[in-house]
């Protein structure tokens, strides 16, 4: 069974690994470097590893042990149908998950997990299954960000855009030609 340090972002819940023991970190790669007074640690994923201060990490939420690959559902790590959805995925029925600017692969793992339990290439699969992905770009004329729609089939349903519109994203350039392209499929 494994611990996970879980903690609260603007776009979902995220998890590091929770070590308490040095039983824990077997098989982490971390055995002989981390010492019994350096625990308690959380593993970041990335290779590393920090002390972990329940009383001074703002995001902290809770300690879940568990024998799941994953302590999270879908729904609550990325956030879905959330109000203040900016930057993430929507299917084709509407239903957006959110993350932020650098997290589109990550969730599409997560949804391809939950939907496509099969594949190996995440954001294709979501493509071809209809889902657009709603991304955060530079135009790299003017030096500012903007949110950008990308459609892997060039298509949207009606849903989507119904939902680009709501989100503000309706007179986007991309967003106008993938409603022109598709209006004859409504």
Known sequence: MK???IYKGDNGYYYYEYCDTLEALKGTGFEGIITKD???VVLDGQGGYYHFDKKNDYAFQEIVETDAECPLPL???FFKNDEGFKLGWMSPDGDTYS???TGHTKAAKAIAA???PETEYYERTLG???LIKIIDSW???ERKHGQFVYSASGKITKRQADILFDLGLYENPE???LINDCQDYW
């Open 175 to 177: 967003v106008q030609k």
């Open 75 to 77: 729904e609550k790590m």
């Open 128 to 130: 071809r299954a209809g």
């Open 99 to 101: 993350c932020d600017y």
């Open 114 to 116: 939950k939907f496509f």
């Open 38 to 40: 350096r625990l308690p």
């Open 3 to 5: 611990k996970y340090a």
């Open 139 to 141: 135009d790299g004329t």
